[in-house]
């Protein structure tokens, strides 16, 4: 099925959960999504709420010192990658990222923007934006397709 480009707006982080995890429970495998946005925006939250969809009983943590955390146990692997400290894109290579990009789990960048020019075609591209007008814990989600390798914008 297509996928439609989407945007939700949500005035919670138990609604943000709520959205990734509903979207890890029909995630097929080989599906990479892209988290963008400021610091302190949701991207973890979101990559909780993604655990949780697919049966993942573990606490998910921002991996700190390493760029990327496997969580296995669930209807399919995650690795949620965390790339703010990243110094350049070919630190994505040693730690193997295309072969979990191309792979048969759930793939989860956060601040994927500093490794877009490796960022696989079909990558499912996932903004979420602050509008402080609207209260302190409103977001809008926007959920897009990527339709060529290299490419978030
Ligand atoms: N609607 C919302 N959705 C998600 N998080 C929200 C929302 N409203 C408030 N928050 C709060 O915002 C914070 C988001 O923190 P989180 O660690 O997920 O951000 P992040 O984007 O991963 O930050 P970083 O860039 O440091 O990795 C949490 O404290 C959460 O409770
Ligand atoms: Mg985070």
Same mark, same amino acid.
């Given at each position: 099925?297509?996928?439609?480009?989407?945007?939700?707006? /949500?005035? %919670?982080?138990?609604?943000?959960?709520?959205?990734?995890?509903?979207?890890?429970?029909?995630?097929?495998?080989?599906?990479?999504?892209?988290?963008?946005?400021?610091?302190?925006?949701?991207?973890?939250?979101?990559?909780?709420?993604?655990?949780?969809?697919?049966?993942?009983?573990?606490?998910?943590? %921002?991996?700190?010192?390493?760029? #990327?955390?496997?969580?296995?146990?669930?209807?399919?692997?995650?690795?949620?990658?965390? /790339?703010?400290?990243?110094?350049? /894109?070919?630190?994505?290579?040693?730690?193997?990222?295309?072969?979990?990009?191309?792979?048969?789990?759930?793939? /989860?960048?956060?601040?994927?923007?500093?490794?877009?020019?490796?960022?696989?075609?079909?990558?499912?591209?996932?903004?979420?934006?602050?509008?402080? +007008?609207?209260?302190?814990?409103?977001?809008?989600?926007? #959920?897009?397709?990527?339709?060529?390798?290299?490419?978030? +914008?």
């Amino acid at each position: 099925m297509e996928f439609v480009r989407k945007e939700i707006e /949500v005035s %919670s982080p138990e609604e943000t959960y709520n959205i990734a995890k509903e979207f890890a429970e029909s995630a097929p495998a080989g599906t990479v999504i892209a988290l963008i946005g400021d610091l302190g925006v949701g991207k973890t939250v979101f990559t909780k709420g993604l655990a949780k969809g697919l049966g993942i009983d573990d606490d998910v943590v %921002s991996p700190t010192f390493t760029i #990327m955390e496997t969580y296995d146990g669930g209807r399919l692997p995650l690795y949620h990658f965390d /790339v703010y400290r990243i110094g350049d /894109v070919s630190e994505m290579e040693e730690v193997g990222f295309d072969e979990f990009a191309y792979g048969n789990g759930i793939t /989860v960048v956060e601040w994927a923007g500093l490794i877009e020019e490796i960022i696989p075609k079909g990558t499912i591209k996932i903004e979420i934006k602050k509008d402080l +007008s609207k209260g302190v814990d409103y977001r809008k989600i926007i #959920m897009d397709k990527t339709e060529k390798e290299g490419y978030l +914008s």
